[in-house]
T-cell receptor
């Protein structure tokens, strides 16, 4: 009965590869997010979707492409992985868009690029 | 643009002692303020939030926070810390009309026996 789930939990890959991280929420929320947490634990928003529509894109390289097939899923595809992409990626969801809405976070995906 | 400062990178507290984690924000109007906790290997969990009204808010796990507009602060407190409280704590600020939250860099809480 996990509210926000992500797969995989760990991802180790070589530079230049393409990889995807999947996120699903079973809360019936309209809005989903991707965050990147760097090695210093700094958490920064990357993207947000509301009802499958992109509403936030925070100056993320074009190599990152989110896709929302339905409002319960928000996947993150990364092309041509670089060393600097190594981080923990968190998916989150909220009932609606708007900063006053509580965000529920997934357990994170630790990406290591070698 | 809003910003959040958590001046303490890490704090060590003895089990049973009181705790205060500091958070200062920068925002022109009344912000939405949040405290989240991240246990090792886990995602973030909301402890409490402030939007308006009573400036002392109660949260889960015995935590509380006080909004002080004059000091632009939203400090998190707990009267008696338990070993299970050891975690990373993040303060976050949101603005009316925007969807994003701005997070502080976190404070790592260590609990000594």
């Amino acid at each position: 009965d996990t509210a926000v789930s992500q797969t995989p939990k760990y991802l180790v890959t070589q530079m230049g590869n393409d990889k995807s991280i999947k996120c699903e929420q079973n809360l019936g929320h309209d809005t989903m997010y991707w965050y990147k947490q760097d090695s210093k634990k700094f958490l920064k928003i990357m993207f947000s979707y509301n009802n499958k529509e992109l509403i936030i894109n925070e100056t993320v390289p074009n190599r990152f492409s989110p896709k929302s097939p339905d409002k319960a899923h928000l996947n993150l595809h990364i092309n041509s992985l670089e060393l600097g992409d190594s981080a923990v990626y968190f998916c989150a969801s909220s009932q609606r868009a708007g900063a006053y809405n509580e965000q529920f976070f997934g357990p994170g995906t630790r990406l290591t690029v070698l | 643009a809003q910003s959040v400062t958590q001046p303490d990178i890490h704090i060590t507290v003895s089990e049973g002692a009181s705790l205060e984690l500091r958070c200062n924000y920068s925002y022109g109007a009344t912000p939405y303020l949040f405290w989240y906790v991240q246990s090792p290997g886990q995602g973030l969990q909301l402890l409490l939030k402030y939007f308006s009204g009573d400036t002392l808010v109660q949260g889960i796990k015995g935590f509380e926070a006080e909004f002080k507009r004059s000091q632009s602060s939203f400090n998190l407190r707990k009267p008696s810390v338990h070993w299970s409280d050891a975690a990373e704590y993040f303060c976050a600020v949101g603005a009316r009309g925007y969807s994003t939250l701005t997070f502080g860099k976190g404070t790592m809480l260590l609990v000594s026996p």
